[in-house]
């Protein structure tokens, strides 16, 4: 069940049913043609930003491919304006952000949309953000009946929406999950700008945490205390796998290194699996499959250095000028031509069961995939937090949510499309013909 009591926001009449924020930047224009081309007819759409112009100046661009774009009504406010903020998105009933990094970017919004009783999604895979903003705004967030879905892309949509698959088909089997494991079996992606500025932002935030100086007396000690438990838990859900971090994996068949958003794909299907209650037998560990075992420690070696040269201030500053910069992406044809598969082995016990005792090596095992067919980072993305909207719009706006006397189909609060979303979500993309497969027989083997 979604996380959240979905109280009736009380939005009354609105002008736009959804909101593209940041309509000018490389993702914004990808997702407003996206919407023009795909949202059902009367859908209202506007288009937002701070660059009255530069949005104008795309309108125009994109009208060729998508002519219901020149017609969307375009707002414009600063995003360091919190009450102008507010005056944009109280005229809409969802609004998609993609204005990154959003540790940068992102805050006001996310207020904005609260204090408006907006719905939200956004493509964020930053997860210290989204924990700091649920701690500022998620208590409002549910008391406001407000839907702040934040992960709704690449990241971390394929792995929390993954696990939560496997769970289902663990539960209509009265079975609980164990070890996940999950892999990219196949990836065909290109570069991304914005990315990289989260990864970078992050990095940087990171350190400075490290070397913070800590006091026994900061006033913030019994959040921190909590939050350590909440750690804890979720550590104990990311045991150790029994390996290093490159290795052959027999059920995938393929060598295996780290996936360079992993952590935050972990970080967040734990913190579902508390919330979705996955039971005390799951973990999750996420990695890439590779051709060999040179492949694997020359990438790994690669990305080591990536990290390095961001983490600090002299080869960060070097590093960004060599890098692509937020709003720079891979070419219309690229995006078409990519795509990516991410499978899952998972054992499955029975429910009843001691949650202490070892396994035999005999239970039974579920197999999961999901895949895309485009660019992971930006038409899959694209694709993911656009249906994500109209997701929202559908299940709580034009058919009311549920009944007051069901559960709610679609949450309030602050967190991943599996927390707030769920089935309902499942379901919809499902529809549309997204890949998600659940079954008891192992997939066809992807080709690298």
């Avoid at 288009?47 to 774009?69: C, F, Y």
């Avoid at 069961?353 to 895309?372: C, I, L, M, W």
């Avoid at 009944?403 to 379901?427: D, E, R, T, Y």
């Amino acid at each position: 069940m979604p996380e959240g009591d979905n109280k009736n926001n009380n939005m009354g009449e609105r002008k736009y049913d959804i909101l593209v924020w940041g309509a000018s930047g490389f993702t914004g224009e990808f997702t407003a043609e996206y919407l023009a081309l795909n949202a059902p007819s009367g859908t209202k759409v506007a288009l937002g930003g701070r660059n009255l112009n530069k949005i104008k100046d795309m309108q125009k661009r994109v009208a060729e491919n998508a002519p219901a774009i020149g017609d969307m009504p375009v707002l414009v406010a600063n995003n360091n304006d919190l009450q102008a903020l507010e005056e944009a998105v109280s005229q809409a009933k969802v609004v998609i952000s993609t204005v990154g990094p959003y540790s940068l970017y992102g805050s006001n919004m996310v207020e904005a949309c609260v204090n408006a009783k907006t719905d939200y999604c956004d493509i964020t895979g930053e997860f210290p953000w989204v924990a700091e903003m649920k701690k500022k705004f998620g208590e409002k967030a549910k008391e406001n009946g407000v839907t702040i879905v934040s992960f709704c892309g690449f990241d971390s949509i394929p792995s929390d929406l993954g696990a939560f698959m496997l769970n289902q088909y663990a539960q209509s089997r009265n079975k609980q999950l164990g070890d996940v494991k999950a892999s990219l079996t196949y990836l065909k992606a290109g570069v991304s700008g914005g990315t990289m500025a989260s990864m970078a932002e992050g990095i940087e935030k990171m350190v400075k945490e490290y070397f913070k100086p800590k006091s026994c007396g900061d006033k913030d000690t019994q959040e921190d205390s909590n939050k350590a438990k909440e750690d804890e838990q979720s550590e104990k859900r990311a045991k150790a796998p029994g390996h290093g971090p490159i290795h052959y994996d027999s059920g995938f068949e393929k060598w295996q290194m780290p996936w360079i958003m992993a952590r935050v794909n972990t970080a967040v299907v734990n913190q579902a699996a508390i919330a979705n209650k996955y039971g005390s037998r799951f973990s999750y560990y996420e990695s890439l499959s590779v051709s060999g075992l040179i492949p694997a420690v020359t990438r790994t070696m690669g990305i080591a250095s990536l990290i390095g040269s961001l983490a600090f201030p002299p080869t960060r500053w070097l590093a960004k000028k060599v890098l692509p910069s937020p709003g720079e992406g891979p070419s219309r044809k690229a995006i078409e031509e990519g795509g990516f598969v991410l499978d899952f082995i998972a054992p499955m016990f029975d429910s009843n069961a001691d949650p202490q005792a070892k396994s035999d090596g005999n239970d039974e095992v579920a197999y999961g995939r999901v895949a895309g067919k485009s660019d992971p980072g930006y038409g899959e993305t694209i694709k993911y937090v656009s249906e994500g909207a109209l997701c929202i719009l559908k299940n709580k706006h034009l058919n009311g949510n549920a009944s007051p006397n069901s559960a709610p189909s679609i949450g309030s609060g602050i967190g991943s499309p599996s927390v707030l979303m769920g089935s309902v979500f499942l379901q919809h993309l499902r529809s549309l013909g997204f890949e998600f497969k659940v079954g008891d027989v192992p997939f066809e083997k992807s080709k690298l």
